[in-house]
């Protein structure tokens, strides 16, 4: 019903930056959150930035580790959310994947997660 398609991951050096997107698609009425998690390797799955959509107003969330080096945006009309990584370091090495709550008619609706996307922080 609804898909979540992420790019920009890659290999970059300690201190460096990324952009990583998400776009959703399919059976989408609303959005109520958007964001991302990580899972590194032999580590539970943790969130990592989340904007939430209420009263028309966006608040954001972020685990402590990366608070002042990521930025998380959204675009509703694109159904897309952001996520710029500056600052980047060894231990922010994992799989990122986009999550979104879907509202996808009348009382029905999920939480959906992209395929996740490789970042490597290594020199």
């Known amino acids: 019903q609804v898909q979540l398609v992420e790019s920009g991951g890659g290999l970059v050096q300690p201190g460096g930056s990324l952009r990583l997107s998400c776009a959703a698609s399919?059976?989408?009425?609303?959005?109520?959150?958007m964001g991302w998690y990580r899972q590194a390797p032999g580590k539970e799955r943790e969130l990592v930035a989340r904007?939430?959509?209420?009263?028309?107003?966006?608040?954001?969330d972020s685990t402590d580790s990366v608070k002042g080096r990521v930025t998380i945006s959204i675009d509703s009309a694109k159904n897309s959310v952001y996520l710029q990584m500056n600052s980047l370091k060894p231990e922010d090495t994992a799989v990122y994947y986009c999550?979104?709550?879907?509202?996808?008619?009348w009382g029905t609706g999920g939480d959906y997660w992209g395929q996740g996307t490789q970042v490597t922080v290594s020199s």
């Open positions: 904007i939430t959509s209420r009263d028309s107003t966006n608040y954001t």
């Open positions: 399919g059976r989408i009425f609303s959005i109520n959150t």
């Open positions: 999550y979104a709550m879907v509202i996808t008619g």
